[in-house]
């Protein structure tokens, strides 16, 4: 079964400062897909990011970055010279490769980042 | 494209009431999903749909819950009879072959 950890409830840093919030996932599959989401304030869900499990590769965009290890099921994401506008709920997800057709998300409990000026 | 539109924002019922909640997906998607937000379970799927078709309703709670989709441009989610362990945030999301989910701005739904 598939199972996202994001054992971080809650993190709270001063502007500028970098972050990393953690994300761990457990899948039997071989081809799967993570996300992570940011929910602001305001309460939508808003896509960041995927990736499919055979591209390790680290992604950058703009002071956002990714980093996917399959050594430890991790995808941990990076917001480098954090910004108030960047405080958030932030999730991870997972879905399984069917040929029916991708499961639907599981998402993480979610990492409350607050930035504080 | 207007993304995922849901309403309506905010619903206040009273125990025993019928809900409605409405969602029109992205156009050209073929995947719809409804999920339920609370503090206290997170973000939980109820049902979701590929073509209007249901493929997977395990997590509607009981059968109070009911989903159609009765075209490619509409679904509903309806609550009857409602109860206030009802209450949370509803979102609607869809996506294009099996892809990435976008999501509506959700239904706080708040029954009393």
């Known amino acids: 079964a598939q199972k996202v950890t994001q054992a971080q409830t809650e993190i709270s840093v001063v502007e500028k400062e970098d972050v990393t919030l953690d994300c761990v996932y457990e899948?039997?599959?071989?081809?799967?897909?993570l996300f992570w989401y940011k929910q602001p304030p305001s309460g939508e869900l808003v896509f960041l990011i995927r990736r499919n499990s055979f591209d390790e590769q680290n992604e950058i965009s703009g002071r956002y970055s990714w980093n996917f290890q399959k050594s430890t099921s991790s995808f941990n994401f990076t917001i480098t010279a954090s910004q108030v506008v960047d405080s958030a709920v932030y999730f991870c997800a997972l879905s399984e490769a069917r040929l029916s057709g991708n499961t639907p998300l599981v998402f993480g409990k979610g990492t409350r980042l607050s930035v504080i000026a | 494209d207007a993304g995922v539109i849901q309403s309506p924002r905010h619903e206040v019922t009273e125990m025993g009431q019928e809900v409605t909640l409405r969602c029109k997906p992205i156009s050209g998607h073929d995947y719809l999903f409804w999920y339920r937000q609370t503090m206290m379970r997170g973000l939980e799927l109820l049902i979701y749909?590929?073509?209007?078709?249901?493929?997977?309703d395990s997590g509607m709670p009981e059968d109070r819950f009911s989903a159609k989709m009765p075209n490619a441009s509409f679904s509903t989610l309806k609550i009857q009879p409602s109860e206030p362990r009802d209450s949370a945030v509803y979102f609607c999301?869809?996506?294009?072959?099996?892809?990435?989910?976008?999501f509506g701005q959700g239904t706080r739904l708040t029954v009393v």
């Open positions: 749909f590929n073509n209007n078709v249901p493929i997977d």
């Open positions: 899948t039997r599959d071989t081809t799967y897909y």
């Open positions: 999301a869809s996506s294009f072959i099996s892809r990435e989910a976008f």
